[in-house]
């Protein structure tokens, strides 16, 4: 190309000026131009949370165009761009889907996707770009004449982000001076704007018609820069669909960095999958803070912090992120009732305990502990079961030293807490309260609003299993999985194997067992030794190689355009295989982690097994013959129980029940189309 352009200068010494065109010629695109917008589309839709499919939009940009091109005299890429923003903007609010913004923060929002998806498809032409550089140096004036429907503002402005915006002298947009190359119409405008002799001028471009054809009917001196590949790349871009190439590059992430242990790293792309949608429910929902509880926030914060640096638009647009400090025990105290309304219903799921581990949860000193159960009679010791409903606890009620230890700690913990919350200066006049956390009930959820009384408490989860006091002040959402308001087939199997999404969220510290004054640093925390090691020899070094497949998910999929359903469907298939298919070294390492997990409320359990023996074994076989993804959550735990009994030789019987799930869920949807069952 560069020996064409010389030879043809030889003939052109006297050409002092050079229009060049931009697209296809100083820089190409990765993929086809309405590629360009439906990533556009995908962003639009991602920051203003619109309820509509990335296909939608597209359609609805493309049809703006045609209907502002029919109603006029002009080509579409004469249109002026704002004109285009404003149809986009009428069209969405006349159907009923109100945009949550005005019309300037539209256009703004629309602008910074536009910069956003272009430059992230766009690379240079390194041979036009040497070639026009030569010719500056030389004195020659590069003029850029562009046939787009992207303002002036935007392409001056990706000229900058490429680095080569001083090499223009001058820059002409079609859709700002409302003329264009196509209809020959911009080429004397610029001759007369710049007072220029169409014998100084030549011209470039990839275009026969617009920068060849054109260019020479205006007495202009022009070369064609023939770009088959190019054509023929932006043809072959139109075969495929989307979500066979979203499922190509998480493929690539995960091919050959996720074998053996390693496998369990994969759990990171059902993290991105919540991260993802937390991150579009926040932008929807205009939120302008995030909560993130300890302690599996800590990792969930990292990952929706990493989210949205890549994602952010604009400065001054991040959502901010806190941490706060809180478990289940914590919350509990902070939220304790008096005793004589105080029902310990939060205790229920832990409720086989002793009369001793009761009191010491109230940091009951040994010396009152014992002249509490000398006055009462009771055995200290004993563990009991139904702790809440039982004579024991309606003793303790009675006895007036439990009573004023108690209403000392419950004033004490609500007054500490208090303090420690105004440390993040958050306003409950401006937006609700909104909590993150991995699930999966809600309970710190519903601690905080018997904390804060009548105040909007939200509640963001990775998985909601079960469904407690919800009210109009305490939403709550699974983003990844949930029951509430009913639960699907993909629900039924992203929740199996939740101890896994919770021990890989491990944080670095301990449980917080008490709030502190604000001298002390707010909480106490106790980590227990068994949990400790666990995370220092197997979930610390596996964060860290997560958290490096999540920036690579992040990067690979933020120029992918795809819908929410694609994403799950890609998800629920690989989550299928990773929790059915055998492996000896996933097994171990799933056994590993569970010997860490602890619970810091009741008796303290340390260590996770796994037993269905509770379960009615024919309901179940019929369960799953009928509908098996409800019982996937014990399907998954076949493999786990035969490699500890050292009956892993059986595991193979597992890739038939592979076979028969997907085999079922196919046949319903083929042959019961009207889900009446």
């Known amino acids: 190309m560069k020996t064409k352009l010389l030879k043809k200068l030889e003939n052109c010494q006297s050409k002092e000026v050079i229009f060049t065109d931009l697209f296809d010629t100083i820089v190409h695109r990765t993929d086809h131009p309405n590629y360009v917008l439906k990533l556009w589309s995908k962003i639009i839709i991602s920051e203003l949370g619109l309820d509509l499919s990335i296909e939608e939009l597209f359609s609805i940009r493309l049809q703006s165009v045609q209907y502002l091109t029919d109603s006029s005299d002009y080509n579409k890429v004469e249109i002026p761009y704002i004109d285009i923003l404003e149809e986009i903007f009428s069209r969405l609010n006349n159907t009923g889907l109100k945009v949550p913004c005005d019309l300037p923060e539209f256009i703004r929002y629309s602008e910074l996707a536009d910069f956003r998806a272009e430059s992230s498809l766009i690379y240079l032409n390194d041979k036009t770009l040497i070639f026009l550089k030569e010719q500056n140096k030389q004195g020659k004036k590069i003029i850029l004449v562009t046939d787009t429907y992207l303002s002036d503002a935007i392409i001056y402005r990706l000229l900058e982000h490429l680095g080569i915006a001083d090499l223009f002298y001058r820059i002409y947009v079609s859709s700002t001076e409302r003329k264009s190359k196509v209809k020959g119409s911009i080429y004397p405008y610029i001759l007369a704007d710049l007072g220029l002799s169409s014998q100084e001028v030549m011209m470039i471009g990839d275009n026969k018609q617009s920068d060849y054809i054109r260019a020479r009917e205006n007495g202009i001196e022009a070369v064609h820069l023939k770009r088959l590949s190019t054509r023929l790349k932006d043809k072959t871009s139109l075969l495929g669909d989307q979500s066979g190439d979203l499922n190509k590059e998480i493929t690539q992430v995960f091919n050959g960095s996720c074998s053996g242990k390693g496998q369990l790293g994969e759990y990171i792309l059902f993290y991105y999958v919540f991260t993802e949608q937390l991150y579009h429910f926040a932008k929807k929902n205009r939120l302008k803070n995030l909560f993130f509880l ?346 786990p129980n035969l490699y500890q009994r050292g009956l892993f030789v059986l595991s193979p019987i597992l890739f038939l029940i592979y076979l028969y799930l997907h085999f079922n869920i196919l046949t319903r949807k083929m042959l019961f189309k009207k889900n009446l069952i």
């Open 294 to 639: 300890a302690r599996e926030g800590y990792f969930l914060k990292t990952l929706f912090d990493h989210y949205q640096e890549k994602h952010e638009l604009e400065p001054g647009s991040r959502i901010n992120t806190h941490y706060l400090k809180a478990s289940r025990k914590s919350m509990m105290h902070a939220s304790l009732k008096p005793l004589d309304k105080e029902e310990f219903t939060s205790l229920k799921e832990y409720d086989h305990m002793s009369v001793n581990n009761f009191l010491r949860s109230f940091f009951i000193s040994e010396q009152n502990r014992d002249s509490i159960l000398r006055a009462t009679g009771l055995n200290g010791d004993q563990k009991i079961d139904n702790f809440i409903d039982s004579d024991e606890l309606q003793i303790l009620r009675n006895n007036p030293e439990f009573q004023a230890q108690y209403e000392n700690h419950r004033l004490t913990q609500r007054s500490l807490f208090q303090k420690y919350f105004e440390s993040f200066n958050f306003d409950f006049k401006k937006e609700p309260l909104v909590v993150v956390d991995i699930g999966w009930g809600g309970t710190m959820q519903e601690a905080l609003s018997n904390i804060f009384k009548e105040k909007n408490v939200w509640g963001l989860y990775l998985g909601l299993m079960y469904i407690y006091n919800i009210t109009a002040n305490t939403p709550r959402w699974g983003l990844l999985f949930s029951v509430h308001p009913s639960a699907n087939i993909s629900d039924h199997i992203l929740m199996a194997n939740r101890q896994i999404y919770e021990q890989l969220a491990s944080a670095p510290h301990g449980s917080v067992e008490r709030y502190l004054s604000k001298e002390n640093g707010f909480s106490h925390e106790v980590h227990n030794e068994a949990e400790k090691k666990i995370f220092k020899s197997d979930i610390s070094g596996l964060q860290d190689k997560m958290m490096d497949l999540f920036d690579q998910l992040v990067e690979r999929l933020y120029t992918k355009v795809y819908n929410k359903e694609d994403i799950f469907e890609i998800s629920i298939q690989r989550f299928i295989k990773l929790s059915l298919f055998p492996s000896r070294e996933k097994y171990r390492a799933i056994n590993h982690l569970s010997n860490g997990f602890y619970q810091n409320i009741g008796a303290k359990k340390v260590g996770l097994r796994y037993s269905s023996t509770h379960m009615n074994k024919m309901k179940l076989f019929k369960n799953f013959i009928l509908t098996p993804e409800k019982t996937f959550r014990y399907l998954v735990k076949i493999g």
